[in-house]
Nanobody, 115 residues
Framework: QVQLVESGGGLVEPGGSQSLSCVVSGSIFRSYVMAWYRQAPGKQRELVAR???????NYADSVRGRFTISRDNAKNTVYLQMNSLKPEDTAVYYCKASLGARYYWGQGTRVTVSS
């Protein structure tokens, strides 16, 4: 069973930065497409950023230029560096690992942007 464990959420002031991490169990991490999603209260879960096994990235328009997704295959970890945070970035952030038709979710970590 593949397990994903996110960490790094918390309360941050507008304009601040926060870094999220997601550690994935198993030995084929480098083959996964990894992604960060988020779900704000009363809204649907949305894609934030995605990184392929080859390192190609894409971002939601709402976070492009502020967020950076990266991965460290030696540590089975994907990161999301979030800068210039806004109150509308408040959400539960989820990590997702995909390989073909299979996918796995983490339990989520809450990020609250508020003064």
């Amino acid at each position: 069973q593949v397990q994903l464990v996110e960490s790094g959420g918390g309360l941050v002031e507008p304009g601040g930065s926060q870094s999220l991490s997601c550690v994935v169990s198993g030995s084929i991490f480098r083959s996964y497409v990894m992604a960060w999603y988020r779900q704000a209260p009363g809204k649907q879960r949305e894609l934030v950023a995605r990184i392929t096994s080859g390192g190609s990235t894409n971002y939601a328009d709402s976070v492009r230029g502020r967020f950076t997704i990266s991965r460290d295959n030696a540590k089975n970890t994907v990161y999301l560096q979030m800068n210039s945070l806004k109150p509308e970035d408040t959400a539960v952030y989820y990590c997702k690992a995909s390989l073909g038709a299979r996918y796995y979710w983490g339990q989520g970590t809450r990020v609250t942007v508020s003064s």
